[in-house]
């Protein structure tokens, strides 16, 4: 095996570890130690959106979560049934329902949201700032290289940030026609 090739080895396998540290140590594990209501990650980022993009749609969290209509439906029912989140009918339009988090919601969303952000700050604090400028830089190049042989991905991955949109992403500083959203 040449050098390039063990280089793309390895580069494959650190990104399936970045991946996997993301999701399991800053998501799955997080939600799990924090949530005393049994609040499954993906129930955690319907409740997510809904903070980030207040008054949204039934149709718009399924959008937002690239998930059926009937499955938003179903996740919102149940979060409902946990005291999480609201729904009522648009005056204005009453073929659509909206969703708002309740006070309860907010408040664990909001916890979580803060929790995840200082987990990631430490291990960030960890690395002298040349680490951290290279981590930003590589993640940054890589991302734009992919998402420039492959547009559709821009829609698929974009964080929907709503509310937290700051125009401080590399796709929408790169590709400002696609907005924040």
Request: hydrophobic share 35%; charged share 30%; glycine share 6%.
């Amino acid at each position: 095996m040449g050098k390039a090739e063990k280089d793309y080895e390895y580069a494959v396998r650190v990104s399936n570890l970045f991946a996997q540290l993301m999701t399991k140590s800053l998501s799955e594990r997080l939600v799990a130690e924090l949530t005393h209501e049994e609040i499954t990650l993906p129930q955690l980022q319907a409740m997510r959106y809904i903070w980030l993009h207040r008054n949204a749609t039934v149709g718009e969290v399924a959008e937002g979560l690239d998930i059926s209509y009937p499955s938003a439906t179903n996740m919102l029912n149940r979060l409902v049934r946990k005291g999480l989140v609201t729904r009522h009918g648009n005056p204005a339009d009453r073929r659509f329902v909206e969703v708002q988090l309740t006070e309860k919601g907010e408040r664990l969303t909001r916890q979580v949201e803060e929790e995840r952000t200082a987990r990631l700050k430490q291990v960030l604090d960890e690395m002298s700032p040349e680490e951290r400028q290279s981590l930003i830089d590589g993640l940054t190049a890589f991302i734009l290289t992919a998402v420039e042989n492959d547009k559709q991905m821009i829609e698929e991955i974009c964080l929907r940030c709503g509310v937290q949109a700051n125009g401080k992403c590399p796709i929408s500083e790169t590709y400002p026609a696609v907005g924040c959203r």
